[in-house]
């Protein structure tokens, strides 16, 4: 999924709507996507992508670490990465959801990997049926939230 994780943030946060809390859950959201900018700028190697920061063990951390803070928030951090990996896993790379117990990647196939970065991923993303009727569900579904909200 590409613009699709925005309203799925979103719709996290709706369970808590206000302007804090919105920009929390899209920041932990992207949070396992700050691997590929490591990877970007030289500082781990190819294929870093999709790996440490795409584990349960990862959310339970950030979650973990955010706990003496904010319980609360805390909560909102593990739905909120999560729902990341629920977005990525349709995908065919896969994710190691066990690491570091396990290395085998799960996945469910929904749509082809066309990379991370840049305007062929978009374009190759995007020309998959899967990707629309996906994006289109989370969307839906952001809408159906807010109609929750605001009637």
């Not at 946060?13 to 804090?20: H, I, K, L, Q």
């Not at 920041?27 to 590929?36: K, R, T, V, Y």
């Not at 970007?40 to 990862?58: D, E, N, R, S, Y």
């Amino acid at each position: 999924m590409q613009f699709g994780h925005l309203p799925l943030a979103l719709t996290i946060a709706t369970y808590d709507w206000n302007p804090r809390t919105a920009a929390f859950c899209v920041a932990m959201h992207w949070l396992p996507n700050a691997d590929s900018l490591v990877e970007k700028a030289g500082l781990a190697k190819p294929g870093f992508h999709c790996t440490v920061t795409h584990g349960i063990l990862f959310a339970a951390v950030v979650a973990g670490l955010i706990w003496p803070f904010s319980a609360h928030y805390a909560l909102f951090a593990l739905a909120a990465i999560l729902s990341h990996y629920a977005a990525d896993i349709g995908s065919t790379v896969g994710l190691p959801l066990l690491w570091p117990l396990s290395k085998k990647r799960y996945t469910l196939a929904l749509f082809k990997d066309t990379g991370y970065w840049g305007w062929g991923m978009l374009r190759g993303y995007y020309a998959q049926p899967m990707s629309w009727v996906l994006e289109a569900g989370v969307t839906a579904f952001f809408g159906y939230r807010l109609w929750t909200i605001y009637g």
